[in-house]
């Protein structure tokens, strides 16, 4: 079965950056796309990075140009670098593989809070 640990979450002034990690077991990680989602309180969870086994990109438009989502297969870890932080970006963060399982598992996120 897989798991996932987010890490790195917390709280940062609006324009901060935080650097977000997923570390995975129970897949091969390597030949798995993987994403991070978010969800804010009241809304619907939202796909915000995919990250390709080859190593292409994709973001949501909201995101685009701020965050940078990469992996590291000898870790089994994904990563989510997010610059010029906006309160609208404050949520849970959790990670997934690509595309989602029909029930998907979900690990416990990390939070991140954009606040002055």
């Known amino acids: 079965q897989v798991h996932f640990n987010e890490s790195g979450g917390g709280l940062v002034q609006p324009g901060g950056s935080l650097r977000l990690s997923c570390a995975t077991s129970g897949i091969i990680f390597s030949i798995f796309h993987m994403s991070w989602y978010r969800q804010a309180p009241g809304k619907q969870r939202e796909l915000v990075a995919k990250?390709?086994?080859?190593?292409?990109?994709e973001y949501v438009d909201s995101v685009r140009g701020r965050f940078t989502i990469s992996r590291e297969n000898v870790k089994n870890t994904v990563y989510l670098q997010m610059n010029n932080l906006k309160p609208e970006d404050s949520a849970v963060y959790y990670c997934?593989?690509?595309?989602?399982?029909?029930?998907?598992?979900w690990g416990q996120g990390t939070q991140v809070t954009v606040s002055s």
């Open positions: 990250i390709f086994n080859s190593g292409r990109t």
């Open positions: 997934n593989i690509e595309p989602l399982d029909s029930v998907p598992s």
